[in-house]
């Protein structure tokens, strides 16, 4: 089996079919694993009925879950990840392939297209060239969506989805791989679609969660920081990767916990103490004044009064 590609799906029978098509746009020898996440809008009766599939059931766990089961049944020497609201563009899992064998690569990554929910095309995002694939995967630039990868499938066998990362799953999964070290390469062609609507997603957060995914996504930097500096491979240039994101994280952490907020603050500022946020000037020389903990007071009290 060339390639494994692996399909959660949850209630989305409005688009699964669609997905499932778009796999087989290849000259590849291809495995579809689909893993019901405890649809109940006909998703499990529509996949009894496919003849080319491999579908398994199970209670609604979380796409998390669904993907590590599919993966323990792949036979492929690569594996594709695929949300069942997306597809795949045709002939991109062969040019993936083919580039993956030739250049013996365990990790090939390239760009892909954005859609509304019409189907119609918004934008495309070509793969950003970088000779650091830890600083991109951090946030120094665009890493494109790891759903437009070929992962080699004895690269990846021990870093699972973790669900406790909630919708930050595949940042996990991709930093978790930057910090393993594999063979990337590229390929300049978009080969994935991602659909933006507003149906329900499989692992979209409640505004209850989402402060817990915040939380998870300042752990997930901590541990990956601490790793790379006990390696000795934490490099500013892999500091000042994670500055940006660390401080849009720190505001947001302070709406409902300026505790932490402050502690990603003055994390932000012991990376690189030379910072500058991308701020208006009023508002960087009000944190610069008043400081991180009384300016977050100011701006909460400001968005009461909107209310």
């Not at 994935?192 to 402060?211: T, Y």
């Not at 901590?222 to 500055?243: I, P, S, V």
């Not at 932490?260 to 009000?286: A, C, H, V």
Request: hydrophobic share 40%.
């Amino acid at each position: 089996m060339d390639v494994s590609i692996i399909i959660p799906t949850y209630n989305r029978l409005w688009s699964l079919p669609m997905a499932v098509a778009s796999c087989f746009a290849s000259q590849l020898t291809i495995e579809v694993i689909i893993i019901d996440d405890g649809s109940i809008d006909g998703t499990w009766a529509w996949l009894q009925q496919q003849a080319n599939i491999i579908a398994i059931k199970q209670q609604n766990m979380g796409k998390d879950w669904a993907v590590n089961a599919g993966f323990a049944l792949a036979n492929g020497k690569y594996i594709r990840f695929l949300d069942s609201d997306d597809w795949l563009l045709p002939g991109s899992t062969d040019k993936l392939f083919n580039a993956a064998e030739s250049e013996g690569l365990e990790v090939v990554c390239a760009g892909y297209q954005l859609f509304d929910h019409q189907e119609l095309l918004v934008k495309e995002i070509s793969w950003t060239v970088c000779d650091d694939f830890i600083a991109q995967q951090l946030g120094e630039c665009d890493s494109s969506h790891y759903s437009a990868y070929l992962f080699r499938k004895d690269f990846i066998n021990d870093i699972p989805h973790r669900q406790e990362y909630g919708a930050l799953d595949d940042r996990k999964f991709m930093i978790e791989i930057a910090l393993k070290g594999p063979k990337i390469g590229y390929i300049d062609a978009l080969t994935f679609a991602h659909r933006i609507h507003e149906n329900e997603r499989l692992q979209s957060p409640s505004v209850l969660q989402d402060a817990s995914i915040q939380l998870a996504r300042y752990n997930i930097y901590k541990k990956a920081l601490q790793l790379l500096a006990e390696r000795g491979d934490l490099t500013q240039r892999r500091k000042n990767a994670c500055c940006h994101i660390l401080w849009h994280l720190a505001h947001w952490v302070a709406k409902t916990d300026i505790k932490t907020g402050k502690e990603i603050y003055d994390w932000i500022f012991e990376l690189q103490p030379r910072f500058k946020p991308n701020e208006n000037t009023s508002l960087q020389r009000m944190y610069k004044n008043m400081g991180f903990v009384h300016t977050e007071k100011l701006l909460t009290f400001r968005r009461l009064l909107k209310r």
